[in-house]
Nanobody, 115 residues
């Protein structure tokens, strides 16, 4: 079993920045991929970004490309999401997930961007 705990959410004004973290613990070896998804009220959960653990190959949703940066710290089994130039439409609960044999999900952290 893998436990994922997100942190770093909060309230920020449009144009501001936030950094999210996701710490993985438990049976975390080997991690194949980790990523971020988000869900706004009344909407489907949507993909934000992902990173391959071995070679740090990244993938982004078009809506966040150029504004968000996903990264990982292998030694700490921690995933990060640096979010810059935030927009009100980025408001959502952000979830991290990890592929370790199967997909595991965190509980989510709220990000609110005010206009």
């Amino acid at each position: 079993h893998v436990l994922l705990v997100e942190s770093g959410g909060g309230l920020v004004q449009a144009g501001g920045s936030l950094s999210l973290s996701c710490a993985a613990s438990g049976r975390t070896f080997p991690i194949d991929t980790m990523g971020w998804f988000r869900q706004s009220p009344g909407k489907e959960r949507e993909f934000v970004a992902s990173i391959k653990w071995r070679d740090a190959n990244t993938n982004y949703a078009s809506s966040v490309k150029g504004r968000f940066t996903i990264s990982r710290d292998n030694a700490k089994n921690t995933l990060y999401l640096q979010m810059n130039s935030l927009k009100p439409e980025d408001t959502a609960v952000y979830y991290c997930n990890a592929l370790v044999g199967r997909w595991f999900w965190g509980q989510g952290t709220q990000v609110t961007v005010s206009s």
